[in-house]
């Protein structure tokens, strides 16, 4: 499928195309356009758009995109569950102090978008970094349930 979101990812715009691939398509393909061009892009080629305004999967109710795309699909894992609260408060500022991991989740985005301003390039690295906070987020629950 096809996904389309807003150019000059950030936190929510790698956080969502990292859980699309992990957990809801695999093969998944990405598309990046400027805010003002989500909903024309997204009829001519039938992307889902995401993170981008009066999108389903975007910000609603207090919640993120991630948050969003956690209730569509159903994904229950708890370790998933808890890296939402991270990636949420990272990417609200409002909300930036809720949790003690998104200070430092945000400077990373900050700092791949440095690195790597082209939005697949930028996603290609900054998977890694996600895959690690997934893992560390199963060991905190593993911990919490034993």
Request: aromatic share 10%; net charge negative; charged share 25%.
């Amino acid at each position: 499928m096809k996904w389309l979101t807003r150019s000059h990812v950030h936190v929510d715009r790698v956080a969502c195309p990292w859980l699309i691939t992990r957990f809801v398509d695999n093969d998944a393909e990405f598309l990046f356009v400027p805010k003002n061009q989500v909903d024309r892009v997204a009829k001519e080629t039938g992307a889902i758009p995401f993170d981008a305004p009066d999108v389903e999967l975007g910000h609603h109710n207090g919640k993120c995109s991630f948050e969003a795309i956690i209730v569509k699909y159903d994904l229950k894992d708890p370790a998933l569950v808890r890296m939402a609260k991270i990636v949420h408060a990272a990417d609200v500022a409002a909300d930036l102090d809720t949790d003690p991991i998104a200070r430092g989740l945000e400077a990373i985005a900050v700092g791949y978008s440095l690195r790597f301003p082209c939005d697949e390039e930028n996603l290609l690295h900054q998977f890694e970094v996600y895959d690690a906070l997934y893992a560390w987020c199963r060991l905190q629950v593993a911990k919490t349930q034993s």
